[in-house]
């Protein structure tokens, strides 16, 4: 297992730059599009062989803004007793809290929902992680913290599978030493396998 530094990332020039304008054709999409693709995105991860023998925890998190929404698939996982977290920043550190659908959440920080302070803490082995911007090689951008790189470093072995909407490609996002790729990322479109 790798642990990268307990610092704060400063993102590139040029990795902000994308984060924007990806962000502006994901906010730009229809809410009528996005409501017909979200379920078509959860089909497709469902579907993965990842789940095959898979006993969690599997962690995602809740929307915000204009992201794919990972409900869906929390709540079939659910269905068929995978236990469940969500990440939440504590510390300047991402951690992550057992969590079913319909218990609270509450205000997290940057806009997010997280579970109660009270829930346990989990290491998640499979992780749903949202995107701002991706490409094929399976890098990502978020947005601009590291705490999913930091993360999924010190979870070790994991299988992370990221979700966007195909307007969220780009042609190659810049990667440092400090990124870590994703093992799968699913649109509306299609299933990449990157790792």
């Known amino acids: 297992m790798t642990t990268m530094p307990d610092t704060q990332v400063t993102p590139s020039p040029q990795k ?3 984060r924007t304008a990806s962000l ?3 906010d730009a999409l229809e809410i009528d599009d996005r409501l017909e693709w979200d379920p078509a995105i959860a089909a497709q991860v469902l579907a993965l062989p990842v789940w095959d023998g898979a006993s969690g925890p599997v962690s995602a998190y809740w929307p915000m803004r204009s992201e794919a929404d990972p409900r869906p698939i929390l709540e079939e996982l659910h269905r068929r007793g995978l236990p469940l977290c ?3 920043i504590v510390a300047k550190r991402m951690i ?3 969590w079913a659908p319909y218990e609270p959440i509450v205000p997290g920080g940057f806009g997010t929902l997280v579970p109660a302070p009270d829930q346990p803490e989990t290491a998640p082995r499979i992780l749903i992680v949202p995107l701002a911007a991706f ?5 990502r951008i978020g947005y601009g913290k590291g705490y999913y790189d930091r993360a999924l ?3 070790g ?3 992370s599978i990221g979700i966007a909407y195909a307007a969220q490609e780009v042609a ?4 440092e030493p400090h990124d870590r790729r994703l093992g799968w990322i699913v649109t509306e479109r299609e299933t990449i396998r990157c790792g």
Do not use: M, N
């Not at 490409?135 to 890098?139: K, S, T, V």
């Not at 190659?172 to 990667?175: F, G």
């Open 96 to 98: 992550f809290r057992r």
């Open 153 to 155: 470093s010190e979870l």
């Open 172 to 175: 190659a996002v810049p990667d």
């Open 16 to 18: 902000a730059a994308l």
């Open 86 to 88: 969500l990440p939440a």
């Open 157 to 159: 072995p994991t299988v």
């Open 135 to 139: 490409d094929r090689r399976g890098y």
């Open 24 to 26: 502006a054709r994901r």
